[in-house]
């Protein structure tokens, strides 16, 4: 048997896949997903293909139902496209069962939902846990997990917390706190950072760029030009069909975050 992988790396047990810079976190292939309601079917996506690299930091982009949350719930197993094929590493989730959709999703991604989706009932180390009880494993282990991830997103002092006793921007870090408690290696955000104060944007960014240095492969909505200016790449969606698909580069990027960072000052100077 060959000790070297389709890539030509060299073969380890330890890591039987393939590795190296041209493994795809996920292929996407004339995707198509229509709503059918009574009296009409919306074509939400109309045939969208492209690649996402492993390590990728993409922003997407585009006027409002133009369809970039139906593209993210669909790469986040969340729902079944209506045609074209959907990989995420080796596996075509767009043939998988519900059951199947839910192992990966709890095994693989880390999902910020818009609203939060955080129960009220709970504090901020509950919800974080909340995955964990789904996957039955709570242990000493993931309990410090748990906290060491609160204390990451700014929350050590709020663990008792429940939503309502914290601000939006606060529940929002839960929300990303409770999506990399299973160590995704894909992390998808929607409008993360929409009506943020920009200390808390920044320091989001902050954050998404540090996940990203650490390996994770993060794909994000926004409608916000400085905040997509933070990623590596802008896929702009519009009637649902890839519009443009541009890199972002280093300059840009560095020129984002010191314009958000100047405007971080000059909050903080007036207060
Ligand atoms: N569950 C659904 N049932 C029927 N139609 C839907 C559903 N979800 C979305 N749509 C429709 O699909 C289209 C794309 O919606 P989507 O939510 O993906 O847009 P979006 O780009 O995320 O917009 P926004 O920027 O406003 O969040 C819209 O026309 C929307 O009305
Ligand atoms: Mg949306």
Redesign the pocket.
């Known amino acids: 048997m060959s000790m070297t992988d389709a890539y030509g790396s060299p073969a380890s047990d330890a890591n039987p896949e393939p590795s190296g810079p041209r493994r795809l976190a996920c292929s996407i292939r004339n995707l198509t997903?229509d709503?059918?309601?009574k009296s009409e079917t919306?074509?939400?996506?109309r045939g969208v293909s492209f690649d996402v690299p492993e390590g990728d930091y993409a922003a997407i982009m585009?006027?409002?139902?133009?369809?970039?949350?139906?593209?993210?719930?669909l790469l986040g197993c969340l729902d079944q496209p209506s045609g074209g094929s959907l990989f995420l590493g080796e596996d075509d989730i767009s043939t998988m069962t519900d059951d199947e959709l839910a192992e990966i999703r709890s095994q693989r991604i880390g999902f910020v939902f818009?609203s939060y989706n955080l129960i009220q009932q709970l504090t901020v180390v509950e919800n974080i846990q909340v995955p964990l009880y789904y996957q039955g494993r709570l242990g000493p282990q993931e309990r410090k997990r748990v906290i060491d991830l609160a204390e990451r997103v700014g929350l050590g002092d709020r663990l008792d917390h429940r939503p309502q006793q914290l601000s939006g921007g606060q529940q929002q870090r839960v929300a990303i706190a409770r999506s990399l408690v299973n160590d995704p290696l894909f992390v998808l955000a929607?409008?993360s950072t929409g009506n943020l104060d920009s200390v808390t944007t920044a320091e989001i960014l902050e954050l998404f760029d540090e996940l990203n240095e650490e390996g994770r492969t993060i794909i994000l909505?926004t409608?916000e030009d400085d905040v997509a200016e933070r990623a590596k790449r802008i896929v702009r969606?519009k009637d649902?069909m890839l519009h443009t698909d541009e890199v972002v580069s280093d300059e840009q990027r560095n020129a984002a975050k010191d314009q958000q960072l100047q405007a971080v000052q000059e909050l903080l100077a007036r207060q």
């Not at 919306?42 to 996506?45: G, R």
């Open positions: 997903k709503y059918v309601l919306v074509h939400a996506l585009g006027p409002s139902g133009s369809g970039k949350s139906t593209l993210l719930n818009q929607d409008e909505v409608h969606l649902g």
